[in-house]
T-cell receptor
Framework: ETGVTQTPRHLVMGMTNKKSLKCEQH?????MYWYKQSAKKPLELMFV???????ENNSVPSRFSPECPNSSHLFLHLHTLQPEDSALYLC????????????FGQGTRLTVV | GENVEQHPSTLSVQEGDSAVIKCTYS??????FPWYKQELGKGPQLIID?????GEKKDQRIAVTLNKTAKHFSLHITETQPEDSAVYFC???????????FGKGTTLSVSS
């Protein structure tokens, strides 16, 4: 276990649904990240939070909405997704957003139908 | 912005052989280079990292080398074992406050 827990592990949703992905870290880290992993593509950075403040939004469509209520929790709210949004969504944390080791959760496998 | 290229995309070796995966980066300001291993159904896990003030780092059967002039770094796995089979990702980080940029990954298969 890496200390980063993601729920749910698997999610199937329709294009009109609203769902949320949850990430929790017990490492005392101050930076948290959302990455998207699609087949045959590099891990794509989506959002960065450092000390609960969003520091990067990597041109992500507004149908993905992050929320970081505290340094231990990170959410990704999903609404009106498209089939091409189906992917593995990975959460990571690091002591801070300053060139340090990132610890990843096991991911949520999302399928949009 | 930073761009990280990784080669090869797939690599098959016999148990006991060595495996080498190479990455190049575009931004000369990059200063942190981790390698991650991802097994099926799991998230990426750090296996070794190197910073720009060091040329080589070794941890048992794995080692990483960095050539700042050429802007490339490599992962070396010696005496490969079937449990080394996984997808390996290189990454680079430029400055404080920026997240890691990843390569596309290398699928390593070690056959016994």
């Amino acid at each position: 276990e890496t200390g980063v827990t993601q729920t749910p592990r698997h999610l199937v949703m329709g294009m009109t649904n609203k769902k949320s992905l949850k990430c929790e870290q017990h490492l005392g880290h101050n930076a948290m990240y959302w990455y998207k992993q699609s087949a045959k593509k590099p891990l794509e950075l989506m959002f960065v939070y450092n000390f609960k403040e969003q520091t990067e939004n990597n041109s992500v469509p507004s149908r993905f909405s992050p929320e970081c209520p505290n340094s231990s929790h990170l959410f990704l709210h999903l609404h009106t997704l498209q089939p091409e949004d189906s992917a593995l969504y990975l959460c990571a944390s690091s002591p801070d957003a300053a060139n340090t080791e990132a610890f990843f959760g096991q991911g949520t496998r999302l399928t949009v139908v | 912005g930073e761009n990280v290229e990784q080669h090869p995309s797939t690599l098959s070796v016999q148990e006991g052989d060595s495996a080498v995966i190479k990455c190049t980066y575009s931004d000369s300001a990059s200063n942190y280079f981790p390698w991650y291993k991802q097994e099926l159904g799991k998230g990426p896990q750090l296996i070794i990292d190197i910073r720009s003030n060091v040329g080589e780092k070794k941890d048992q059967r794995i080692a990483v080398t960095l050539n700042k002039t050429a802007k490339h770094f490599s992962l070396h796995i010696t005496e490969t074992q079937p449990e080394d089979s996984a997808v390996y990702f290189c990454a680079a980080s430029i400055r404080a406050g920026t997240a890691l940029i990843f390569g596309k990954g290398t699928t390593l298969s070690v056959s016994s």
